[in-house]
């Protein structure tokens, strides 16, 4: 298995943190995670809800949800975060931001997942081993059509970033207009916009994570030239190339 292709789908890190630290993800997240908090605390903060993260919990963020998150410890923070774009579930349901009740066992197993490198198709095997344990323990909330149409697209934008409004239609087996209606309705957005955010967040990840150029990104991500991939993610995130990774490496 391609681990580039791999490394595009999935992100597990160990990350820490001192005393106290604050992340602003109101903007939404690029990919679901499921974590291990291994020491401190933390508390996520959405529109919705909030979720108190104790030392020893097992925790989920779904992706695109806006949010902020509050991490605390006196000895310091780490957790283990394992960042995915596909998740192996039907689109009638998605799941709530939330802790997850689980065996010491699985803990263990999330403990021994290979993290701070590329994956490999082990590693991906042991982390879809686990997920599909914790599924039946999870909260799910029924989704929309409208929900449904737009997570489908969402993730079909992932796999073909080269499509177009009248493919995510026929993939979504509706019209065009009825496409239109239910990223207004879910996003308030159209397609296009959200499809340039999906390509803005995965343009993102490349740039902190890989040493690709910005040409050798812009082409991998189908946008017609380098300057036109440069204002898209200027408009999105703020920020040049060079200003996403130079952040990257001050974190």
């Known amino acids: 298995m391609n681990n580039i292709v791999l490394f595009d789908a999935f992100r597990f890190f160990r990350i820490t943190y001192d005393k106290y630290h604050y992340t602003d993800n109101r903007c939404g997240v690029p990919e679901h995670y499921l974590a291990y908090m291994e020491q401190g605390t933390c508390r996520l903060v959405s529109e919705e809800s909030s979720v108190d993260v104790q030392e020893g ?17 006196e000895g310091g923070v780490s957790f283990i975060t394992l960042g995915f774009k596909l998740f192996p579930e039907a689109y009638d349901h998605h799941f709530q931001m939330q802790t997850i009740p689980c065996s010491n066992g699985i803990k263990e197993r999330i403990k ?13 095997s042991d982390f879809f081993g686990v997920l599909d344990q914790l599924i039946p323990s999870m909260k799910a909330e029924k989704r929309s059509s409208a929900e449904r149409i737009y997570a489908s697209s969402r993730e079909y934008i992932l796999k073909n970033v080269g499509c177009t409004v009248k493919d995510l239609a026929r993939h979504c087996a509706v019209s065009e207009s009825t496409l239109y209606l239910a990223f207004k309705t879910v996003a308030n957005k159209t397609p296009n916009a959200v499809k340039n955010e999906v390509l803005c967040e995965r343009a993102q990840m490349l740039l902190t994570t890989t040493d690709q150029s910005v040409q050798e990104i812009s082409d991998r991500l189908g946008f017609s030239s380098t300057s036109y991939f440069r204002k898209i993610l200027k408009a999105y995130t703020g920020k040049t190339p060079r200003e996403i990774r130079k952040q990257a490496k001050n974190v």
């Open 112 to 124: 021994n997942i290979t993290v701070n490198r590329s994956p490999d198709s082990r590693t991906i």
């Open 57 to 73: 919990d097992v925790f989920y963020i779904p992706m695109g949800l806006p949010y902020q998150s509050f991490w605390h410890g």
